[in-house]
Nanobody, 119 residues
Framework: QVTLVESGGGSVQAGGSLRLYCTASASTYCMGWFRQAPGKQREVVAMIEGGQRTTTTNRVEGRFIISQNNALNTLYLQMNSLKPEDTAMYFC????????????????WGQGTEVAVSS
């Protein structure tokens, strides 16, 4: 069992920045950030596989940066040039790779941290 605790959310005006933090109780192969806006499905924002390979969704490419401190078991999401459409609950997730190594199994989830961007 892996426990994830997010922090760093808040309210900011459009164009501003926030940094999200996720502290894990243990390391896993996959770690990532997801978000869910009111009335919408949860979507992936960014992920790190094997501590090295990063993937960022097109919607935040060039604005959000995912990084990881393995020694601290902490995942970060630096969010710059925030837009109102970035408003959502942001969740940290973690888990192993699938048996064939092609995907991540998001077995563990944090409680989420809220991000609100005003225009």
């Amino acid at each position: 069992q892996v426990t994830l605790v997010e922090s760093g959310g808040g309210s900011v005006q459009a164009g501003g920045s926030l940094r999200l933090y996720c502290t894990a109780s243990a390391s896993t192969y996959c770690m990532g950030w997801f978000r869910q806006a009111p009335g919408k499905q949860r979507e992936v924002v960014a992920m790190i596989e094997g501590g090295q390979r990063t993937t960022t969704t097109n919607r935040v490419e060039g604005r959000f940066i995912i990084s990881q401190n393995n020694a601290l078991n902490t995942l970060y999401l630096q969010m710059n040039s925030l837009k109102p459409e970035d408003t959502a609950m942001y969740f940290c997730a973690a888990g192993p790779a699938s048996g064939d190594g092609r995907t991540c199994l998001w077995n563990y989830w944090g409680q989420g941290t809220e991000v609100a961007v005003s225009s």
